[in-house]
């Protein structure tokens, strides 16, 4: 069995929460430069271009590209067969946060309790942390630093059975139009269809993950991520929401089985900033 | 990039020249406010007090940066959403603000008070607050310190990139910008 040190998973995590909000990946700087080609408003190439820019002056300086540096979310997967000594894995990464946010001046946005609004303790901690259970002895990170204006505008609905596909595109594109401005267009549009509730708020977060131009690799659901990326562009909505043909630079879908009465769908946005990293230990 | 400069704090004359869908760059005087600020300064009018700065003519930007590393001074200092503030709007254009930078949609309440006492909503680009920060020259606290971040800060800027997205007759450019694009895709 694999041992992995507890001291580990916190610097590690430090790390790369710095470098999500620091290095914007790839995939989404060619998304801007292709989306900048494409773009027929003059206001909507002038923000492309200042976001190219924006992720220049962040990678070089190493300041957050946006002050909302998010709450971490992390989805990781834990070979069964390897142990962690040291602590538990929920504080390790905790502390790999806290670590990371406040050595990275990147910004403390938590609330201990949602009512009263009290300030978190700890710095930008809690964090989320979906953990899957996989085969193998290793570990691997992917974190998020999740905007709140894009996560704001997110929205799941138990549709029915009989509203079918043509009921599900509507529900997507009306969460969209819906969002407009706020959810800090251009998008990454996320969604999960089926599972039951929570299940299907959770696919759509995971879909998020998966780089932009990675289509699913059902046929179906590539096909169906095209389409709607194409609908979506036809909104007029354009970078910022200010108009244009550039409101989503990606498409994604997450399905799984559901039960024979229900269809849940949801649309979690994700906005420019979308910030990703990996790590394997 | 083709954009209008504009001088904070707002001269009344030029106001009505500036029109929904403008490129602007800001230089001059702003000051910083967001949910907790807005809360305070709605509690101070209610109990008949007077606000923490002499409001007239003044532009409020929606921000809560993020720390300053050591020799920056501000963190990365992009808009947040203003419809979060829209409550507490209408009582601050009552007493003379005549600008506000955030971005995302107002509400009708405050479109009808900023034509009523004619003021101009701008929006800066959300997500690009690496860029905005170059634009900040000085950063000063004026009033709420305890609300570390969301505290009311003075800021002088210059040359701050932005657009008008409702002018002082009304015109939301979030509306007429998406129809205009939205005809030519349907086309
Ligand atoms: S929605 Fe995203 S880009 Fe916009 S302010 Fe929030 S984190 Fe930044």
Not at chain 1, 78 to 98: L, P, R, W
Not at chain 2, 5 to 21: F, M, N
Not at chain 2, 49 to 76: C, H, M, R, W
Request: a negative charge; one cysteine or more.
């Amino acid at each position: 069995m694999r041992t992995i040190t507890y001291k580990e998973i916190v610097e590690r995590v430090s790390k790369m929460c710095q470098e999500a909000n620091f290095d914007l990946g790839q995939d989404v700087v060619e998304a801007f430069q292709s989306a900048l080609k494409n773009e027929s408003s003059e206001t909507g190439k002038d923000i492309l271009e200042q976001l190219i820019l924006n992720a220049d002056i962040a990678k070089s300086e190493r300041v957050p590209m946006c002050q909302d540096t998010g709450v971490s979310v992390f989805i990781v997967e834990v070979g069964q067969d390897c142990h962690i000594a040291g602590g538990s894995i929920y504080n390790a990464i905790n502390e790999g946060v806290k670590k990371g946010y406040e050595e990275g001046y990147l910004r403390h946005s938590i609330v201990d309790h949602p009512i009263t609004r009290e300030k978190s303790k700890g710095y930008n901690t809690p964090s989320i942390i979906h953990i899957e259970l996989v085969p193998g002895d290793e570990i691997v990170i992917h974190m998020s630093a999740k905007g709140g204006g894009s996560e704001n505008m997110s929205s799941l609905k138990m549709l029915k059975p009989s509203d079918g596909l043509e009921g599900i595109k509507k529900y997507i594109l009306d969460t969209v139009a819906m969002a407009g401005p706020n959810a800090c267009p251009p998008l990454v549009v996320g969604v999960g269809i089926g599972g039951n509730f929570e299940r299907c708020a959770y696919l759509a977060k995971k879909s998020l993950f998966r780089p932009i131009g990675h289509r699913s690799e059902r046929p179906e659901l590539a096909q169906l991520e095209i389409e709607l990326m194409e609908e979506i562009n036809k909104l007029g909505i354009g970078p910022q929401g200010m108009g244009g043909n550039t409101t989503a630079l990606d498409v994604k879908i997450e399905i799984e089985p559901c039960h024979i009465a229900a269809l849940p769908v949801s649309v979690n946005l994700n906005c420019h900033a979308s910030r990703h990293k990996e790590v394997r230990l | 990039m083709c954009a209008n400069k504009v001088s904070s704090p707002i001269d009344e004359q030029v106001l009505p020249s500036l029109k929904a869908g403008d490129r602007v760059l800001i230089s001059g005087t702003i000051y910083t406010a967001r949910d907790a600020a807005h809360k305070r300064m709605s509690e101070a009018l209610q109990k008949g007090e007077d606000l923490p700065f002499n409001i007239k003519g003044q532009t409020i930007y929606y921000v809560g940066p993020t720390p300053a590393k050591p020799g920056q001074i501000i963190g990365s200092a992009g808009p947040t959403t203003s419809g979060r503030m829209d409550k507490y709007t209408p009582s601050l254009l009552d007493r003379g603000l005549k600008g506000m930078i955030g971005k995302g949609y107002r509400s009708q309440e405050v479109i009808d008070s900023m034509k009523k006492n004619k003021a101009v909503y701008f929006a800066a680009i959300g997500g690009s607050g690496a860029l905005i920060a170059r634009s900040i020259k000085s950063m000063e606290v004026i009033a709420y310190e305890d609300l570390g971040p969301e505290a009311i800060y003075k800021l002088t800027v210059e040359n701050f990139p932005a657009v008008v997205i409702i002018d002082n007759e009304g015109t939301d450019w979030y509306q007429v910008g998406k129809e205009q694009f939205k005809k030519q895709a349907d086309q």
